[in-house]
Nanobody
Framework: VQLQASGGGLVQAGGSLRLSCAASGIAFSINVMAWYRQAPGKQRDLVASITSGGSTVYEDSVKGRFTISRDSAKNTVYLHMNNLKPGDTAVYYC??????????WGEGTLVTVSS
C-alpha cells in the first residue's frame, strides 16, 4: 500500500495551494478519505474528510476556505486551500479508510504560509 501526497510548499498569506494524495495497492474500496494536519508542538487534527458518497466534514477554521474532493476511480483525494493564513502552517497528512481493514496514512507534505 502506498499513499503519495504532493502539493505542499511555501506560500504567502492569502494565497492558494492544492494538495493531492493518490492511494495504490489497497485491496478494498475506500470509504473515507481525509486530510489531517499537525503543527509543531501540537497534536494531529482532522482538517476535512469525504465519504465515498460525497459527504464532507470540515474543521471550523477552514470552512469556506478549504474544499476537499476525490476522484474515486483514481483513489485520489484533493484539498484545495484558498485564502491561506499563517495559522494553516503545518504538515498535512492524508488518511484513507477502506471498507475493510485498517486505515492507512500517507507521508506528510509541509505547507508553510508566510505573513
Amino acid at each position: 500500500v502506498q499513499l503519495q501526497a504532493s502539493g505542499g510548499g511555501l506560500v504567502q498569506a492569502g494565497g492558494s495551494l492544492r494538495l493531492s494524495c493518490a492511494a495504490s495497492g489497497i485491496a478494498f474500496s475506500i470509504n473515507v478519505m481525509a486530510w489531517y494536519r499537525q503543527a509543531p508542538g501540537k497534536q494531529r487534527d482532522l482538517v476535512a474528510s469525504i465519504t465515498s458518497g460525497g459527504s464532507t466534514v470540515y474543521e471550523d477554521s477552514v470552512k469556506g476556505r478549504f474544499t476537499i474532493s476525490r476522484d474515486s476511480a483514481k483513489n485520489t483525494v484533493y484539498l484545495h486551500m484558498n485564502n491561506l493564513k499563517p495559522g494553516d502552517t503545518a504538515v498535512y497528512y492524508c488518511k484513507v479508510n477502506p471498507l475493510l481493514g485498517a486505515a492507512y496514512w500517507g507521508e506528510g507534505t509541509l505547507v508553510t504560509v508566510s505573513s
